[in-house]
C-alpha cells in the first residue's frame, strides 16, 4: 500500500487540543492509514526550515518546520489570512493585497518543496490542504516530483468574477493544474472552480469530465464534503453526558433551553450578527427571559491578523450590552467563553443544548453543524439552525436552514426551535444522522483518495523532463523549473467515482 503524505499548514500533533476543522479531520483520517504529516511548527525561529522536528505517533510519522517571523508574517498573516481567507470568503473589501506578501507566500512555499522533497518515496499518494498551499503542487513537479498529488480546499470557492480580483490569480490558481485532482467541499464550489479555469485560464473540458490547461496539463475537479466520525463523536457525547461536569451543567440550567455556539473567532462565523438575533430573540420574546442560556464559545484565532481583534472587541462589546440589559441575578442571558475545551467536554454540551447555532456568513463546509446533529440524544433531540451558507446545509437539509444577514430570520428560527415538538426534532433529526452515519470522515477520507489513486503517475523521465511531455509553463513562484505535470496525458480511463453523497 502506498504512503500517504498529507501536507497542510498546521499539524495536528497528537495530544495537542486542535480547535480547527481541518485539524478535527485529518486527525481522524490519519487515524486508519497512517502515513506522513507535514507542515509548521507553529513555533517561530530565527531563519525558516532551520531543522526538521520529528515525531512518531501510532502509524504516522509528524515532521514540521518552524517559521522565521518574516516569514509567518508574510506567508501566514499577510498573503494567506489577509488576502486569500477573505477573498475566498466572499470579503473582497477585507483582502489586502501586498506584493511583499504574495513573494513571502511563495518563498514559503517554495521552502516547503525543497523540504518536502528529500522526504518522498517513488509510490507515495500526496495529498495537500487547503489555501496557504495553493502553488505547493506546481512547486514538487518544478522538483521532478512525479507522484499523484491531490489538492484539497477547505474553504469555500467563490464565482470567477471575484476570483480575477485577486492580483497574479491566474498564475496562482492556474498552477493547481499541476495536481492530479482537486477536491473541494460542494458541487457549487466544484462548479466555480472549473468555470475559473474554463472562462479565465482558457482550460477546455474533456469528454471523461478532466479539464485541461493551455499547457497540456489534466486534472479532475470534484466534490468530496468533508465529515467527521459521525459514530465515534456520537459515543463521546453519550459518554460526556453522564460525567459529572456536565450533569453539573444540567442542574445548574435547570428548566432553561440552552442555545450553543462554538466557532473559531472569525469574521466568517457571523457571530456579530448572531449575537444581535439573539438580542432580538429576548427582546420580542419577554416569557422567554430567563428561560433560555445562550453559551458561545470562541477560541481566539489569528491574533495577529487587525481583522480579528477588531472582532474581538466588538463582540465583547455586544456580550456585555446584551447581559447588561437583561441579565437578572440570577440568570446569565449569554456565556461568551474564549477558551477552547477538551473536544469530549464540548460533546457534552452539544448534547445538553436544546438549540445548536450555526450561523456563518461563508463556510467551506462546518463540521461543528455535523457534530452538533452527531452529540443528540436520540430520543430527546435538539434542533440545529444553520446558515445557508455553510457547505453544511447542502446535506444538512432538514435543519432549520436560515440567511444568517436576515438577523430577523434567525430570531424566528430561535423562536421555532425553542418551541418545536418532540416529534418534529426527531423527524427533522434523525434522517441528518443516518446521512452522517454513511458519509463520515472514513468516506470522504476514502473517495478523495481512492479517486487520487485512479489517477496514473507521471512517469520518472516525464518528471525530469516535464516540458518534454507537455510543455506546461514554469511553476509559480519557481525561476527556474518548468512545473509540468505531464502525468494527466497519460489516463486513458474515466475512474469510477465513489457514490455522491448528495
Ligand atoms: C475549516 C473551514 C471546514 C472548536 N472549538 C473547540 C474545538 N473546536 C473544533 C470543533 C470542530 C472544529 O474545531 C471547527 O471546525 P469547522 O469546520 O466548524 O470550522 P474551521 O475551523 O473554520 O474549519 C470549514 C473545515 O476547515 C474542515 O474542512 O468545515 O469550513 O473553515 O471540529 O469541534 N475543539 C476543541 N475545543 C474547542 O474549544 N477541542
Known amino acids: 500500500m502506498p504512503r500517504l503524505v498529507i501536507v497542510s499548514n498546521r499539524v495536528a500533533l497528537p495530544r495537542q487540543t486542535s480547535t480547527g476543522g481541518l485539524g478535527s479531520a485529518m486527525h481522524a483520517a490519519t487515524q486508519t492509514e497512517g502515513g506522513l504529516w507535514f507542515g509548521w511548527s507553529g513555533k517561530l525561529a530565527e531563519r ?192 460526556a453526558g453522564r460525567s459529572p461536569k456536565i450533569q453539573q451543567l444540567r442542574d445548574s440550567l435547570g428548566d432553561r433551553a440552552m442555545v450553543i455556539g462554538v466557532d473559531r473567532l472569525d469574521y466568517s462565523k457571523g457571530l456579530p450578527e448572531r449575537f444581535k438575533a439573539y438580542g432580538q430573540l429576548l427582546d420580542r420574546n419577554t416569557e422567554l427571559r430567563g428561560q433560555v442560556s445562550f453559551l458561545q464559545i470562541a477560541p481566539h484565532s489569528r491574533d495577529t491578523v487587525p481583522e480579528y481583534r477588531q472582532l474581538r472587541h466588538q463582540l465583547e462589546r455586544s456580550a456585555g450590552h446584551i447581559n447588561g440589559r437583561y441579565a437578572e441575578p440570577d440568570w446569565t442571558p449569554i456565556s461568551y467563553v474564549n477558551r477552547s475545551f477538551p473536544h469530549q467536554l464540548l460533546t457534552g454540551y452539544y448534547r445538553v443544548a436544546r438549540v445548536g447555532l450555526v450561523t456563518p456568513l461563508r463556510d467551506g463546509m462546518n463540521l461543528v453543524a455535523k457534530e452538533y446533529i452527531a452529540c443528540q440524544d436520540a430520543h430527546d433531540p435538539g434542533v440545529l439552525v444553520l446558515s445557508r451558507f455553510a457547505g453544511a446545509a447542502r446535506e444538512l437539509d432538514s435543519a432549520l436552514l436560515v440567511n444568517p444577514s436576515d438577523t430577523e430570520e434567525v430570531t424566528e428560527a430561535l423562536e421555532t426551535a425553542l418551541t418545536m415538538s418532540l416529534k418534529e426534532r426527531r423527524e427533522r433529526w434523525q434522517p441528518m444522522y443516518e446521512h452522517l452515519c454513511r458519509y463520515d470522515v472514513s468516506f470522504w477520507r476514502n473517495s478523495f483518495l481512492d479517486t487520487l489513486r485512479q489517477q496514473s503517475p507521471a512517469t520518472d523521465q516525464e518528471a525530469a523532463d516535464p516540458a518534454a511531455a507537455t510543455g506546461r509553463p514554469a511553476a509559480v513562484g519557481s525561476a527556474a523549473a518548468p512545473g509540468p505535470h505531464s502525468s494527466h496525458s497519460r489516463l486513458a480511463k474515466r475512474p469510477v467515482l465513489p457514490e455522491s453523497p448528495r
Request: charge should be negative; hydrophobic fraction near 40%.
Open 48 to 239: 525558516s526550515g532551520a531543522s526538521l522536528h520529528r515525531q512518531r505517533h501510532g502509524e504516522v510519522d509528524y515532521v514540521t518546520i518552524d517559521l522565521s517571523r518574516a516569514d509567518h508574517d508574510q506567508y501566514y498573516a499577510g498573503f494567506a489570512n489577509r488576502a486569500l481567507w477573505p477573498l475566498l470568503h466572499y470579503r473582497a473589501g477585507l483582502v489586502e493585497y501586498r506584493r511583499a506578501n504574495m513573494e513571502g507566500y511563495l518563498r514559503v512555499n517554495e521552502l516547503f518543496a525543497d523540504t518536502l522533497t528529500p522526504l518522498l518515496e517513488p509510490d507515495d499518494i500526496i495529498w495537500i490542504h487547503d489555501y496557504h498551499l495553493i502553488p505547493l503542487g506546481a512547486m514538487l513537479r518544478g522538483r521532478g516530483v512525479a507522484n499523484r498529488i491531490g489538492f484539497f480546499l477547505h474553504t469555500p470557492l467563490p464565482a470567477a468574477g471575484l476570483l480575477i480580483a485577486l492580483p497574479r490569480h491566474q498564475e496562482l490558481l492556474g498552477s493547481l493544474a499541476s495536481c492530479d485532482l482537486i477536491g473541494l467541499h460542494t458541487d457549487r464550489d466544484q462548479r466555480a472552480l472549473e468555470d475559473y479555469f474554463l472562462h479565465e485560464a482558457q482550460a477546455t473540458l474533456l469528454p471523461d469530465g478532466r479539464l485541461q490547461d493551455r499547457a497540456g496539463a489534466r486534472f479532475r475537479i470534484q466534490a468530496f464534503p468533508i465529515s467527521i466520525d459521525t459514530r465515534k463523536v456520537a459515543r463521546q457525547a453519550e459518554r
